[in-house]
């Protein structure tokens, strides 16, 4: 089948195809529905605002007072806000101001997600053009952090100062300029007066750079159209993820990305990129057409080839990606559709070259970045552990005032894990204990002072916002932990280092399908197992037992540790442990 053909072929679209192809590039009737009184949009509209950086959900733990009471629309809706951070990175300001935010039009809590963005939940609808408005006026945007478009682009965070660092963190900027959707109604929906025609920025405010003022430099590759030269009006079939890491500092999760960019190194130099194609986790148990994935290398790019290559792919996707099913809609359906020489034929008719076959360079640590540590230049970085990324204050815990503190006193720039942690840079020696004692003061744990277990746990936020849940996860994993913590004591083990990822649903976006440990929301308080994966990502994990109450979790993996303990070979982690040992023996050892 030749690139042109793709475009010929007969298919019954998904409704939401039909909503991009009307929505004049994404704005459809949300002018008029954010002008209405109701409180909720409606689902042109909701699948629209994806795409601009909203969803739409509802408070599930009080469904029944909402009817009760006969609320308007029957719920107590509002809007999710995520907030775009390429490579996590970010001032102490614009943290600063999303406080201010999340407090004035949101439920008072701001969320570290695990793809180094930004999430408050909590806004009304009524509310949603002032919080966009004030993101874009301090610099940041909310554009593609959700939808059918190049998402967040992750790297790995640490801030090392040296040339490899800088250069990857380049990368992720240049990643998601080049993919930016090219559209106005961004700007004219949350920046511009709809009665003036004036760009009504929030005081204070950078440069709010519109579609209008961005020259848009052709790879010379087949085009979209004239408004979105990469994309076209109906944008791509499914999400799009990339990531940027490094052999040894794999806190990007690459070969969970649609595209991994693994920068190849000589000379304390990055020469070039693997591109590691195909990886996602979205999965529907009761769909056997759906399965997760890790991605595989595709490619060598010679540095400066490779967005030209990241092109070429994403189009591939775009003319050949399923739009009729978006339960196998993502690139990794495509690539296993089309198999693999197909696809790299194809990508190579678009980009127009050869393509490099990949260097060899196997995933061999992850940086999660944690701690103190000297970050090249005589000062220092403090990993800190926000655990499952939220930040807030409740009741002794005031983490969200300690870093209004720090802000005020330090202004560190930071920097969001792929972990969910919060990186402090550029400290002086000298303000080391002061920064110390400005997160104990406010009864903040110290990274040092978290387990490894904890500290290396995450967990996507499911109830009470997530529309999809099915369980319990970010609320449940912080009691389910203190249970493995103790476990694990029993055992001499709490020196281990492994993964633990939970999920309120099969769509994964904790990325629980290559840890350790993960726990997948399968029924009401019942999770799915997932055992055999581990810290560096770049194999997948099994199930291990399905329908695990909440309760039993931590007993069920405590009999796998024992196993672990007595049967380990030396140095051996705990997810290569099972790898090896496999699904069947550790069933026969540790009981049905
Ligand atoms: Fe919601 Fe499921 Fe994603 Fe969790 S994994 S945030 S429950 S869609």
């Given at each position: 089948m030749s690139a042109d053909a793709a475009q010929d072929a007969p298919k019954k679209l998904t409704p939401v195809e039909g909503f991009k192809d009307a929505s004049n590039y994404l704005s459809g009737p949300i002018p008029e529905e954010l002008a209405n009184d109701a409180p909720n949009f409606t689902g042109?509209?909701?699948?629209?605002?994806?795409?601009?950086?909203?969803?739409?959900?509802?408070?599930?733990?009080?469904?029944?007072?909402?009817?009760?009471?006969?609320?308007?629309?029957?719920?107590?809706?509002?809007?999710?806000?995520?907030?775009?951070?390429?490579?996590?990175?970010?001032?102490?300001?614009?943290?600063?101001?999303?406080?201010?935010?999340?407090?004035?039009?949101?439920?008072?809590?701001?969320?570290?997600?695990?793809?180094?963005?930004?999430?408050?939940?909590?806004?009304?609808?009524?509310?949603l053009r002032h919080y966009i408005n004030r993101v874009v006026a301090i610099g940041q945007t909310t554009l593609a952090a959700c939808g059918d478009v190049c998402r967040n682009v992750m790297c790995s965070p640490v801030p090392?100062?040296?040339?490899?660092?800088?250069?990857?963190?380049?990368?992720?900027?240049?990643?998601?300029?080049?993919?930016?959707?090219?559209?106005?109604?961004?700007?004219?929906?949350?920046?511009?007066?709809?009665e003036t025609g004036e760009k009504t920025l929030a005081a204070g405010g950078a440069n709010a750079n519109g579609s209008g003022g961005y020259e848009f430099k052709s790879s010379g590759i087949k085009d979209g159209d004239g408004v979105e030269p990469i994309y076209g009006k109906t944008y791509l079939?499914?999400?799009?993820?990339?990531?940027?890491?490094?052999?040894?500092?794999?806190?990007?999760?690459?070969?969970?990305?649609?595209?991994?960019?693994?920068?190849?190194?000589?000379?304390?130099?990055?020469?070039?990129?693997?591109?590691?194609?195909?990886?996602?986790?979205?999965?529907?148990?009761s769909a056997a057409k759906t399965f997760a994935a890790v991605g595989a290398p595709l490619c060598y790019c010679p540095l400066g080839e490779e967005i030209?290559?990241?092109?070429?792919?994403?189009?591939?996707?775009?003319?050949?990606?399923?739009?009729?099913?978006?339960?196998?809609?993502?690139?990794?359906?495509?690539?296993?559709?089309?198999?693999?020489?197909?696809?790299?034929e194809l990508v190579e008719e678009y980009a127009g070259r050869a393509l490099d076959p990949p260097k060899d360079a196997?995933?061999?640590?992850?940086?999660?970045?944690?701690?103190?540590?000297?970050?090249?230049?005589?000062?220092?970085?403090?990993g800190l552990n926000v655990e499952n990324g939220r930040i807030k204050d409740d009741g002794d815990f005031r983490l969200k005032t300690a870093l209004r503190q720090i802000a005020a006193e330090l202004n560190p720039?930071?920097?969001?894990?792929?972990?969910?942690?919060l990186i402090l840079c550029d400290i002086d020696a000298g303000d080391k204990s002061k920064l110390e004692s400005l997160l104990t003061s406010h009864g903040v744990t110290l990274t040092e002072n978290v387990s490894n277990a904890?500290?290396?746990?995450?967990?996507?936020?499911?109830?009470?916002?997530?529309?999809?849940?099915?369980?319990?996860?970010?609320r449940a994993l912080p009691g389910i932990m203190t249970q493995i913590e103790e476990e694990l004591a029993k055992l001499g083990l709490q020196d281990e280092v492994f993964t633990t990822r939970m999920t309120g649903c099969p769509n994964g976006c904790a990325r629980p399908y290559n840890s350790d440990i993960g726990l997948v929301g399968r029924a009401k308080e019942k999770y799915t197992m997932f055992l055999g994966g581990g810290t560096l990502g770049y194999r997948l994990n099994w199930i291990y037992k399905d329908m695990v109450p909440a309760d039993q979790v931590a007993p069920e993996?405590?009999?796998?540790?024992?196993?672990?303990?007595?049967?380990?070979?030396?140095?051996?982690?705990?997810?290569?442990?099972?790898?090896?040992?496999?699904?069947?023996?550790?069933?026969?050892?540790?009981g049905e």
């Open positions: 042109e509209a909701m699948q629209l605002l994806k795409h601009h950086g909203s969803y739409e959900q509802d408070d599930r733990d009080r469904r029944k007072e909402a009817k009760a009471e006969k609320v308007p629309g029957g719920k107590y809706y509002s809007m999710m806000v995520r907030t775009v951070v390429p490579g996590g990175r970010m001032s102490s300001d614009q943290l600063m101001a999303q406080f201010d935010l999340c407090e004035e039009v949101g439920n008072g809590t701001l969320r570290l997600t695990t793809r180094q963005a930004i999430q408050v939940h909590g806004i009304l609808k009524s509310n090392k100062k040296n040339a490899v660092y800088d250069e990857m963190q380049a990368l992720a900027d240049r990643i998601k300029e080049h993919f930016k959707p090219r559209t106005g109604s961004y700007y004219e929906l949350w920046v511009t007066d709809s079939p499914r999400k799009f993820k990339m990531g940027v890491g490094l052999p040894e500092d794999n806190n990007a999760d690459l070969y969970s990305q649609d595209i991994g960019f693994l920068a190849i190194v000589e000379n304390e130099l990055v020469v070039g990129y693997n591109l590691i194609v195909g990886g996602g986790f979205g999965r529907t148990p030209s290559a990241a092109e070429a792919i994403m189009k591939v996707q775009r003319d050949f990606g399923d739009r009729t099913d978006r339960k196998v809609a993502r690139l990794k359906y495509t690539l296993n559709r089309l198999g693999v020489e197909k696809f790299k196997p995933i061999t640590a992850h940086d999660d970045g944690m701690g103190w540590h000297e970050q090249g230049d005589g000062r220092w970085y403090y720039p930071l920097r969001i894990t792929g972990h969910q942690g904890r500290r290396w746990s995450m967990a996507c936020p499911a109830m009470p916002t997530c529309g999809l849940a099915i369980t319990e996860s970010e993996l405590a009999k796998v540790f024992a196993e672990f303990k007595a049967k380990r070979t030396e140095g051996e982690t705990f997810g290569d442990f099972c790898d090896r040992v496999g699904k069947e023996e550790l069933l026969a050892s540790c």
